[in-house]
């Protein structure tokens, strides 16, 4: 099989789910692994993820869907990935009640650093080692554009990034439960990235349009509101 880099040229909209890691899954396949609330009275149902990149035996699944709402932090204060609420929830909560012991077992943990907000010059903290992670903002292209290194030309505070039908968030029927986010007809909203915003009491985000809000919104938002607008798709690498 070929070994796709994780530099996208075309994601592959194929609508079949499997169910099986082997070595006939590739780059742009739909897996369903693990298991999360889906239903709107909170039933479980199973996690479908996207396959984003294959690098030899290693594949980085991205949440098909928009699993649930929250917070990137209860406060708004300064606050980075690697200490934020969102991160802790992500690598507890989630992370046990979506895997099983045999599922884990697939489930690789690797070093991560988020490089600074190169708009505004935010400084993201440190490296952090954890299974479950939420996409940068260098990733957006460097997984869905041909050319990763456009990145690094753009100065605009919103950014068309890749093709917008793959980077939309849709919410699953439990997460529409959540979310304070008044969605459109399609069930579209916005998602957390793990990059900072222009000031470490903001994180980037992609917007409901799709497109990449690099001066983000502030880690608690809305403020007031009792819900979470934010959108939550995790990503993970897992082993053949």
């Not at 899954?25 to 996690?47: C, K």
């Not at 209860?74 to 099983?100: G, T």
């Not at 940068?136 to 093709?163: C, I, K, R, W």
């Not at 980077?167 to 909203?189: E, N, P, V």
Request: proline letters at 4%; glycine letters at 6%; hydrophobic letters at 30%.
């Amino acid at each position: 099989m070929e070994n796709k880099t994780p530099i996208s040229k075309t994601i592959y909209n194929t609508d079949e789910i499997k169910r099986k890691i082997d070595d006939s899954l590739q780059y742009s396949d739909l897996l369903a692994f693990g298991r999360y609330p889906t239903g709107s009275n909170g039933e479980s149902g199973e996690i479908i993820w996207r396959v984003i990149a294959v690098e030899g035996d290693r594949l980085l699944l991205l949440s098909e869907y928009l699993l649930d709402a929250r917070q990137f932090h209860e406060e708004i204060e300064e606050v980075c990935w690697e200490s934020c609420d969102l991160q802790k929830w992500l690598n507890s909560e989630f992370y046990n009640q979506a895997f099983n012991e045999e599922e884990k077992k697939y489930i690789l943990t690797r070093r991560l650093e988020t490089p600074l907000n190169r708009i505004f010059g935010t400084d993201c903290g440190s490296e952090i080692e954890k299974p479950v992670f939420l996409l940068s903002a260098e990733e957006l292209y460097l997984y869905f554009t041909e050319n990763p290194d456009s990145f690094y030309q753009q100065n605009e505070g919103f950014q068309t990034v890749g093709q917008p039908s793959f980077l939309q968030g849709k919410y699953t029927r439990y997460a529409l439960t959540k979310t304070s986010y008044s969605t459109r007809g399609d069930q579209s909203g916005w998602w957390w990235l793990r990059t900072s915003g222009e000031e470490r009491t903001k994180a980037t985000r992609v917007t409901s349009t799709p497109q990449l809000d690099m001066k983000g919104v502030f880690v608690k938002f809305p403020v007031e509101d009792s819900k979470p607008a934010g959108g939550v798709r995790p990503a993970i690498w897992i082993r053949r």
